[in-house]
């Protein structure tokens, strides 16, 4: 587990952007098995992907016409429980830090792992997000 004073400026990156953070199993609960709306759920990571590509990327998409109706965000090595909850949410897909999710109406549709964010750039990603987006939030 991280100190939580060493990833808050990682946290801030996204959380300043207005991504809500859920701390707790009960906050993503709430959130991620809402049956309404979309959710953009960025799993964040201390890791040089997240910071370079994986949170430039998320940011970047909800500049997009169509977006989610909420975007959230779990840390992983900070919030264990909140994050094995999302994992949850996130199955069948293997643990993955970082990840970013979309989910419409309680199910998710979209799922970029940490290996299709590393060697892709930030735009790419955003570019892969932002189809999504297309499709499932319009």
Do not use: W
């Not at 990833?7 to 996204?14: R, T």
Request: net charge negative.
């Amino acid at each position: 587990m991280y100190p939580p004073e060493l990833v808050a400026p990682m946290a801030k990156d996204l959380t300043d952007f207005g991504f809500e953070g859920l701390h707790s199993p009960e906050m993503v609960n709430e959130v991620l098995g809402n049956k309404e709306g979309t959710v953009l759920l960025v799993v964040n990571s201390v890791c040089g992907c997240a910071a370079g590509n994986a949170r430039p990327a998320a940011k970047f998409s909800l500049h997009n016409a169509a977006k989610p109706t909420k975007a959230v965000t779990v840390f992983a090595g900070v919030d264990k429980e909140a994050v094995d909850k999302a994992r949850e949410f996130l199955l069948p897909y293997p643990p993955s830090s970082p990840a970013i999710a979309l989910f419409k109406e309680g199910k998710l549709v979209h799922m970029i792992e940490r290996h299709m964010i590393e060697g892709r750039t930030a735009q790419m990603i955003a570019d892969n997000l932002m189809e999504a987006m297309n499709t499932h939030c319009a």
